[in-house]
């Protein structure tokens, strides 16, 4: 026959073993979960960049808009 | 390095929207979105003034400081764009846009996403110029073509004008100096008699 205390003594000889105690499993885990999230939340959002190609200036006084200035003149 | 502007004079300005109908056919705008829309205030009273009015391409322009995914840019030509490809069509632009620049496509009654819409300057998008990929988000690239706005060129009394806001601001400037308060319009006073003051 076995003695009331003699399961208990055989489960904290298991986390014992393991070296994680089963109250301190989830604070484990969510330390963990800290670390590894850390370094995604420190860096910098980036700014959406059209690119010079697309911000590139397009005017120039051709001989077309050199004639509509001239006609607004009037 | 010049600045692209529109600049619209109010006194010859007579309201016959064909400005709103050329950029319309020019740029296979949507149904139910006008890029361009001309805006009459007093209407058949004395006093009457209509006023064509478009995205003004603003230096710091509301629309791209309320967007949430950033679509928003402007050129080195100062012409404030957006890229179709990123607008989730939040409708935020259209808000925040004193001029109602921004709208969307009304293609069903409810809970359509569609992409914002708006005046491009006739200067395309972000897609490689002249490109049918372009012209078929975007319109025209006239700029690209050593043109301007295709609503201010054809604009037949030269009320809208538009290019270099140096330049425009110096013939409207020359305009006042000659005509003095009132409209320079030619038929004018065949139009409307002598009960018109210029």
């Not at chain 2, 967007?67 to 632009?93: E, R, S």
């Not at chain 2, 201010?152 to 004008?161: G, I, R, V, W």
């Amino acid at each position: 026959m076995m003695m009331p205390g003699a399961e208990e003594t055989t489960m904290s000889q298991k986390s014992k073993e393991t070296g994680l105690d089963r109250r301190n499993f989830f604070k484990a885990l969510g330390a963990g979960a800290t670390a590894a999230v850390a370094p995604v939340a420190v860096s910098p959002a980036a700014a959406v960049d059209p690119g010079k190609e697309e911000t590139k200036s397009r005017y120039r006084e051709t001989d077309h808009i050199k004639n509509y200035y001239r006609t607004n003149r009037y | 390095m010049a600045r692209m502007k529109f600049l619209c004079d109010a006194d010859r300005c007579i309201e016959c929207n064909a400005c709103v109908t050329a950029c319309k056919n020019e740029n296979d705008v949507p149904w139910g979105i006008n890029r361009r829309r001309v805006v009459t205030i007093n209407d058949g009273k004395p006093g009457e003034r209509s006023v064509s009015m478009a995205c003004m391409h603003c230096t710091d322009a509301p629309c791209a400081a309320v967007c949430p995914v950033d679509c928003f840019y402007t050129t080195a030509d100062a012409v404030v764009l957006h890229n179709k490809d990123l607008c989730i069509g939040c409708g935020y632009c259209f808000y925040a846009c004193p001029f109602g620049a921004p709208q969307y496509p009304k293609l069903s009654n409810f809970g359509s996403r569609g992409k914002m819409d708006k005046c491009t300057y006739c200067a395309g998008g972000p897609e490689v110029d002249l490109s049918p990929a372009e012209f078929q988000k975007y319109g025209s690239n006239r700029l690209a073509e050593g043109k301007l706005p295709l609503c201010a060129e054809m604009c037949s009394t030269k009320a809208l004008l538009a290019g270099d806001g140096e330049i425009i601001a110096q013939i409207y400037k020359e305009r006042v100096v000659k005509r003095g308060y009132g409209s320079g319009a030619w038929g004018w006073q065949t139009a409307y008699r002598e009960t018109i003051a210029i």
